[in-house]
């Protein structure tokens, strides 16, 4: 899994993946934000239709924004709207076993949800920070637990966040639902990563557990100036890109 946020990238991103998150990190590395916490509907509508509109294979996960899964009622209106307004094929939302009931709503209602434990991004303000979860014995028995009243109350898989590595392996032992890691260690059913921060376009920080394929940013800063230069030398447009 690797996150899209509109029609170009999902559509070089489709034949090489399965699933396609359409995450709210876009909000902190698209729209520079500090956190994910101001992401709102209407914008991640808006991305998850670009992304619909050029995958061919992948399946689309879209992001539930902070404040949009806050009761029963609210999550399923805005569930249902994701369905309707775009070709999403599951919502995901973060919280562990105190939103069971929800997800079993949301499940009841034919909505697909994944859950998300561990480091909960949208937790960053009441929590102070972002911090690796599951270091103590009960913090690691409450994920094992969170992740399994998850999956009892219809979740169809689990996105396991900054944990250690031990946490992500016994709760993929526990559960029988797919499990897909970020900075979870390798013991997960399958992996996912921010595009931006795989790529090199993303580097005002990088978390530990992120790999660079590319330095992009780097690349993309060279093309750009060569290109300036070579308008203000007169190099470019020459003859051969000229009608
Ligand atoms: O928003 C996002 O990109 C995510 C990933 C960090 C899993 O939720």
């Not at 294979?57 to 994701?82: C, H, K, W």
């Amino acid at each position: 899994m690797i996150t899209a946020y509109d029609a170009l990238f999902a559509s070089i991103f489709d034949p090489y993946v399965d699933m396609i998150l359409v995450g709210d990190s876009l909000n902190m590395s698209f729209s520079g934000k500090p956190d994910t916490l101001s992401a709102e509907m209407d914008q991640m509508i808006y991305h998850t239709q670009a992304v619909c509109r050029k995958v061919k294979r992948s399946f689309v996960l879209f992001d539930m924004p902070f404040g949009t899964y806050i009761n029963d009622q609210i999550a399923l209106e805005n569930a249902v709207r994701v369905y309707r307004e775009t070709e999403a094929d599951a919502i995901k939302l973060e919280g562990g076993k105190e939103k069971a009931k929800l997800i079993r709503h949301l499940s009841d209602n034919a909505i697909a949800v994944f859950g998300h434990i561990g480091l909960k991004p949208q937790s960053v303000r009441s929590e102070g920070g972002y911090a690796i979860k599951g270091k103590t014995e009960p913090e690691k028995a409450e994920i094992i637990e969170n992740a399994m009243a998850l999956e009892e109350a219809g979740a169809v898989a689990l996105i396991i966040e900054g944990v250690k590595p031990d946490v992500a392996q016994e709760v993929t032992r526990r559960v029988s639902i797919p499990t897909i890691g970020i900075g979870a260690g390798p013991d997960c059913d399958g992996q996912v990563l921010v595009w931006s921060d795989m790529l090199g376009f993303f580097d005002e920080f990088m978390p530990k557990f992120v790999k660079q394929y590319m330095d992009g940013g780097t690349l993309v800063r060279e093309a750009v100036q060569r290109y300036a230069s070579e308008v203000k030398s007169g190099l470019f447009p020459d003859e051969n890109h000229s009608y």
